[in-house]
């Protein structure tokens, strides 16, 4: 049952016009980032060759397109998650869902993961956008399998989150803007801590992903991504079943 709620998800978020053209819109400033990255790396190439273990173009130009995208994906989930159960409660079809032989663990776990492919799509175009950097200079593919890892756990936890405040209203764009303001609340705490090990910080998502950014694997960040996922979920799950 839950691949049937996944395909429904997925198959709901592609026949929407408005899916195709923020898909256009992302793309498009993806590009634009790409290449303002590439042109500055161009032009100081020179200067870059003449140190003695001179940054890898992977880490000067794909490093902060994904960062980027880390930033765009804050605001992009919260929008497709304010519709995932608000919308069923809304039009009155969430009591027609639950009254189906189904859980709510499955209905939960079903609208999560329909969501969480279609970003990973999304995150994979970017990922296959710097792999074009290979067609010029060596890339490292090492680099960019630790950022997709990140921006994938960082995606699974924005959904988790948006997925739960959606669960809480009959009013999609409440659950959007709630979602948006305690995300950017979480972006925050990185931003205004005094340092990186800071006690604020350490709860928000995106100081995480800095690891991921830079290239490391730490077995810390990747508990911290899995404990909030899940925390999310169990709460939304719980939610449901409570009503």
């Known amino acids: 049952m839950i ?4 395909q429904k998800e997925i198959r709901s978020l592609f026949a929407a016009p408005s899916t195709w053209l923020i898909l256009a819109a992302l793309q498009f400033i993806f590009a634009l980032i790409f290449l303002a990255r590439l ?7 020179t200067e870059l060759s003449k140190l003695a273990n001179p940054p890898s173009a992977t ?3 794909s490093a902060p397109l994904f960062d980027s995208l880390a930033l765009i ?4 989930i919260p929008i497709f998650t304010m519709r995932l159960i608000a919308e069923e409660r809304r039009n009155q079809t ?5 009254s189906a032989p189904i859980s709510s663990t499955q209905i939960v776990l079903g609208k999560f993961l329909g969501l969480f492919i279609f ?7 970017c990922i296959l956008m710097t792999m074009m950097l290979s067609l010029g200079t060596a890339v490292d593919y090492g680099l960019l399998l630790s950022n997709g890892l990140g921006l ?6 924005y959904t988790a989150l ?4 959606s669960a809480l209203t009959a009013q999609p764009a409440v659950a959007a803007i709630s979602s948006i303001a305690i995300l950017f609340g979480l972006w925050l705490l990185e931003k205004i801590a005094p340092d990186s090990n800071a006690a604020l910080s350490v709860i928000s998502p995106t100081k995480h992903f800095r690891s991921f950014n830079n290239g490391l694997l730490n077995s810390t960040d990747l508990i911290f991504f899995i404990l909030f996922c899940c925390a999310f979920i169990v709460l939304t799950i719980h939610h449901l079943k409570n009503e």
Request: proline share 0%.
């Open 3 to 6: 691949s049937v709620i996944v």
């Open 39 to 45: 042109d500055a790396y161009l032009q100081i190439q």
């Open 59 to 61: 880490l000067v130009i």
């Open 73 to 76: 994906l804050l605001m992009l």
């Open 94 to 98: 969430l009591i027609l869902l639950k």
């Open 119 to 125: 970003i990973a799509l999304i995150i994979l175009a």
């Open 152 to 157: 994938l756990l960082l995606a699974a936890s």
């Open 162 to 165: 948006g997925l739960y405040f």
